[in-house]
């Protein structure tokens, strides 16, 4: 009997050891076959890697590539649609798909080929640089093939002189001379639009229609009904006001800048852009096309092509909600760390496959060899003794706010904003202007040391902050310390923007510019300064760096070193990871061009 079971034990370990050896060999093939994928798709190698899928029999990563061809063919069959290339406009479903099919999706929608090798010779400042001569060829592109787009370059790559390039090369090659319509944020009006097209394109007929009701009214009689123009320059504000008036323009071209504004498709904004000539191509600009979530995404695209992207629901169905109604076998689930990498890398690639005909995503660091990269430092301060008191208070409850976390905030840039207390007069509102404004606020305290430093070393500095009340704290901190300084926030009018810019442009003299974070921070050419202090960040990152992009751009011959200021143990630390997180998705998201 002993002998029996020892016989029955051995051939039962045997037969388990060759189990185990069987599964290991499974996971190794299945590992091996996983990270051949892998390369394949971040190879972009779309062939290989459908061949590799196919042969694992991944029902779930073949869903998301069959979901992908349905999603093409179904734009493809709406392109073709609007545009009418068949000249049928009975045409219907099935036939278009049929058609679709057989083209390759970008070659369907730029179908048309044309190829601009200079630049159009009315441009006289300079030379297009090739990244800007490239995006003018895809610019003149979807002038070509009925398409509207996103010119989604960084910050500071020059959106504004290629749109610009498009209008010179449309007037001397196509012949068309408007009216073409450009829509800016008042504060890039005077200071980015104006200046750029007086530089590079003066020949130009433009108009800036801004100015009280009599002004307006006296443009609209003597100049837009005669159409002695080629372009019209306004703000999203008169684009609003008088939509009455500018839609019943036949106009070729609309461009909007700074397009991020259009990230709420119900906004009075959009309606009003709408009423529009809806023949005209489109332009959004933006450097941040994605800054919260993909509907935002949606947004911009809906209001280029209504038509074709049309449904925010199927938009977040395709790429936010890929996976929910496939069901998880055990197989997937042993190896799910790898397959979930491997879906978002693909779900990822689908959605830059499905924009890369709507949208041209350029970086620095890829197109712009001379300019440095920035160096970002975040420099960490306490709470000091009178902000640790105040912020204990609320986070405690001993004392009833409104909203805890913007006291918080208010807290965190300096206890002043919370309570302005005056020693020499209790119960007073006011504040002394003297060290203890300094030393009762861990930033202003931290600020105090570096700006020395700074100043001693021929620097000159931005200053950003999401509150205004901050920047007068600081205009005062700067009269008692007696640096020459310039500011200007949402409630400065154009002419004093436009007048404090040049100053800092042309005055070395000046040390500091403070800025609000959303007022400064689009579209102004401030390179001449080379150090960036954000004293607050925002909530949303790309706000931050449309304020970095104001002295990191074009031009720019030095190191560009950006401070953000952080206070610890404090909100902010919530605030810098929430906007950390954003990032990470747009990193993974927005390089679609």
Not at 90 to 114: F, G, P, R
Not at 356 to 377: A, M, N, Q
Not at 519 to 537: C, E, K, M, R, W
Not at 557 to 580: D, F, P, Q, W
């Amino acid at each position: 009997k002993r002998i029996r079971k020892d016989i029955h034990r051995t051939i039962n370990k045997g037969i388990l050891n060759y189990f185990h050896l069987i599964q290991r060999e499974k996971r190794s093939t299945r590992k091996k076959n996983q990270n051949a994928r892998m390369k394949a798709l971040k190879e972009k190698n779309k062939d290989e890697y459908i061949r590799l899928v196919k042969e694992a029999k991944n029902h779930r990563l073949m869903h998301l590539l069959n979901q992908t061809e349905d999603f093409m063919d179904d734009i493809s069959n709406k392109i073709n649609i609007e545009r009418n290339d068949d000249n049928d406009k009975q045409q219907d479903d099935k036939a278009s798909k049929k058609l679709a099919k057989k083209t390759n999706y970008i070659d369907m929608t730029h179908k048309k080929k044309e190829i601009v090798a200079k630049q159009p010779k009315g441009l006289q400042f300079g030379t297009l640089r090739s990244y800007q001569l490239s995006g003018l060829n895809w610019l003149v592109s979807l002038q070509n093939n009925q398409l509207n787009g996103i010119l989604a370059d960084e910050m500071g790559l020059g959106k504004t002189v290629q749109s610009i390039s498009l209008i010179a090369y449309l007037m001397e090659t196509k012949k068309l001379n408007g009216p073409f319509l450009i829509i800016v944020p008042m504060s890039t009006l005077h200071n980015n639009w104006e200046w750029e097209f007086a530089r590079w394109y003066p020949q130009c007929k433009r108009i800036l229609y801004t100015g009280d009701k009599a002004s307006r009214n006296k443009l609209r009689k003597d100049v837009l009904i005669n159409g002695d123009f080629n372009v019209l320059i306004t703000t999203y504000e008169y684009c609003m006001l008088d939509k009455n008036y500018l839609n019943k323009i036949d106009w070729q071209l609309i461009i909007v800048d700074e397009a991020h504004r259009l990230k709420n498709p119900k906004c009075k904004l959009v309606k009003a852009l709408m009423s529009y000539n809806t023949q005209a191509r489109r332009i959004a600009l933006t450097g941040t096309p994605l800054q919260n979530n993909l509907p935002e995404l949606w947004a911009l695209l809906n209001f280029l092509h209504p038509k074709v992207f049309n449904s925010v629901e199927n938009f977040e169905k395709w790429f936010s909600q890929p996976l929910e109604d496939l069901a998880i076998n055990k197989e997937d689930r042993e190896n799910g760390n790898l397959i979930n990498e491997e879906e978002k890398i693909l779900i990822i690639d689908r959605l830059h496959s499905i924009l890369r005909p709507f949208v041209l995503r350029r970086i620095k660091k890829d197109v712009e060899r001379e300019l440095k990269e920035k160096v970002e430092i975040v420099l960490r301060c306490e709470l000091t003794q009178l902000q640790w008191i105040f912020y204990h208070l609320i986070l405690n409850n001993a004392i009833a706010t409104s909203n805890r976390l913007m006291q918080f905030r208010k807290i965190c840039n300096h206890p002043y904003l919370f309570h302005p207390y005056n020693r020499n007069k209790p119960g007073s509102l006011s504040y002394e202007l003297d060290d203890i404004l300094i030393h009762s606020c861990g930033k202003l305290a931290l600020l105090d040391r570096i700006l020395p430093k700074l100043k001693a070393a021929g620097h000159r500095v931005l200053i950003f902050c999401t509150m205004v009340k901050v920047i007068n704290i600081l205009e005062e901190y700067y009269e008692y310390r007696g640096y020459t300084n310039l500011s200007f926030h949402g409630s400065t009018n154009a002419e004093q923007r436009k007048d404090r810019v040049q100053q800092y442009q042309t005055n070395d003299d000046i040390f500091i510019m403070t800025l609000s974070t959303k007022a400064g921070g689009l579209g102004l050419n401030l390179q001449v300064a080379d150090t960036i202090i954000l004293y607050d960040s925002d909530w949303n990152p790309q706000n931050d760096l449309q304020a970095m992009a104001r002295a990191h751009r074009i031009g720019q011959k030095k190191e560009v070193i950006v401070l953000r200021l952080v206070t610890s143990a404090s909100v902010e630390e919530k605030i810098l990871a929430t906007a950390n997180q954003k990032m990470d998705t747009e990193a993974m998201v927005k390089q679609a061009g």
